[in-house]
């Protein structure tokens, strides 16, 4: 686990580094049939990290996550709640496209975890956005349904989580996209509250505690 005081290009290098991996990854039997890994894109100091299932065609042509449809959804999302997608890391459970889209298994699940684990311990974000079922069940193992979660906040292992339905469920029944919208203006706020508590158990900048880092994370609040 890296320490709040490590240099950001340095964490950033770390987020290169292990991208470089996924792209060569043979953990499992997925690359035999991908086009390209895809290890996820955003800084390494982004406060929100968004959690999808798997690339899907699209994605897997690109090398990069959320291209396509759904992508071009999350985005709307994210804008109207005053965001953009340069202020958060955007990956995946799997990091390679599983057949015809078909659900991730166990094993390919099992195998991408280190990548997915080591993202989040570099990134240390405020918020993990919990996109779809298969994000939810692999982070926060024994939560109900998403159904049944969607838009609450739960706190697990030091972390902050937020299940909502994904995007791509909502193109395929639009009934879900009231609720989606909705839990996005919850995700705008728990932000908000979060970035508050941060800065008020942060040491003030100029004292002996503060780093430069320290400052690095003051300026990243401006952005949201």
Not at 8 to 23: F, S, Y
Not at 116 to 141: E, F, M, S, T, Y
């Amino acid at each position: 686990m890296l320490e709040w005081g490590d240099d950001p290009a340095g964490r950033q290098g770390r987020l290169d580094a292990i991208a470089a991996e996924v792209r060569d990854c043979t953990r499992c039997a997925l690359h035999r049939t991908r086009t390209h890994g895809v290890p996820g894109t955003g800084p390494a100091t982004a406060r929100l990290m968004a959690v999808g299932e798997a690339p899907g065609e699209n994605e897997d042509r690109q090398g990069r996550p959320f291209v396509g449809a759904a992508g071009s959804l999350l985005t709307e999302l994210l804008e109207g709640i005053g965001l953009s997608r340069d202020d958060l890391f955007i990956t995946n459970v799997l990091k390679s496209r599983p057949p015809q889209n078909r659900d991730p298994l166990p094993e390919e699940v099992l195998a991408c975890a280190p990548y997915l684990d080591r993202q989040i311990a570099l990134i240390r974000p405020l918020v993990i956005l919990l996109l779809g079922r298969h994000a939810l069940a692999r982070l926060v193992p024994g939560a109900p349904t998403i159904s049944r979660c969607h838009g609450q906040p739960i706190r697990a292992d030091d972390r902050v989580y937020l299940p909502v339905y994904h995007p791509a469920a909502a193109l395929y029944n639009g009934g879900l996209l009231g609720a989606l919208r909705e839990d996005f203006g919850r995700l705008r706020g728990l932000l908000s509250e979060l970035e508050a508590d941060r800065a008020a158990a942060s040491p003030p900048v100029g004292t002996p505690h503060g780093t430069a880092d320290d400052r690095a994370d003051a300026q990243q609040l401006a952005l949201f």
